[in-house]
């Protein structure tokens, strides 16, 4: 069943009626309401291409947590193949938040790191809604040391509203653990290509996305803190989180003019919850031609590269 966001409404009442014009179809005459169905469709597909055109910053937000959006495990089903997940961080133990390991895209042996966020109630609380604790990075700071050592590209697929905030984690080392991972991205001598799929949140975020392509699908959003946070840090009222997204300026369509991503990967009419096959196959797209881009330089001039990137960011603006 098709979940709606408050703000789809006209839609969801266009595709109701059109279920319900099928179902007495499969009761009656459907030649009778063929064309009803064909007009009603059309409509519902224009006014979900007119809606989606103008999307406001904190409704790309709500479509960047949709409950059916894809999760970081279809990407890998969907694009990996022999893929070997490894777990702890040889220190404390381990976190589900993150899934790490090594598989084949598209033919090329790869470490692949991803937040996972879940699709149930009982996956959403054994990943911890992708809220990563230390151990979480600094596994993943150990898989990207390891695949340096082989020489092997590290893709990272981005989705969390942060990192975690109880009292474990910040007993742990959460700052710590997560400028280690950040420190491991800058330190490869492989190409590395990052995409937020989802939410890109705060230092969560940034630990296994210092990469040298950062990618973000249409209706994502990347921000220091949530819109909830900022607006109860600036006006001590969460209800202001819509202000705080357009202050934020955190679609991937501002963030690609600043030149904090590099290229924008688009979703399917209506969010990639629509059509997840597509979606997936031009993330896979994108991502490989990132990692053609990349295929040429040698790790000096890689970890340059990547440097370049972050440093110039922001200077264009001065």
Known sequence: MRAFLDFEKPVAEL???VEELRALGAEGDAVSIS???LRLEAKASAALKELYGSLTPWQKTLVARHPNRP????YCQHLLTEFTPLAGDRRFGEDEAIVAGFGRFRGEPVCIIGQEKG???ETRIRHNFGMARPEGYRKAARLMEMADRFGLPVLSFVDTAGAYPGIDA???GQAEAIARSTEACLALGA???AIVIGEGGSGGAIAIATANRVLMLEHSVYSVISPEGAAS?????PTRAQDAATAMKITAQDLL????????VPEPPGGAHRDPEALLARAGDAIEAGLRGLGGLGPEEIRRHRAEKFEAIGRSLS
């Open 15 to 17: 595709e109701a009626k």
């Open 35 to 37: 064309d009803d169905i």
């Open 71 to 74: 999760r970081f495990v279809d």
């Open 119 to 121: 699709h149930t109630t």
């Open 170 to 172: 910040e007993e742990r």
């Open 191 to 193: 190409p590395n290509i």
């Open 233 to 237: 840090i600036l006006w001590r009222d």
């Open 257 to 264: 003019r600043f030149g904090v991503i590099d290229e924008i």
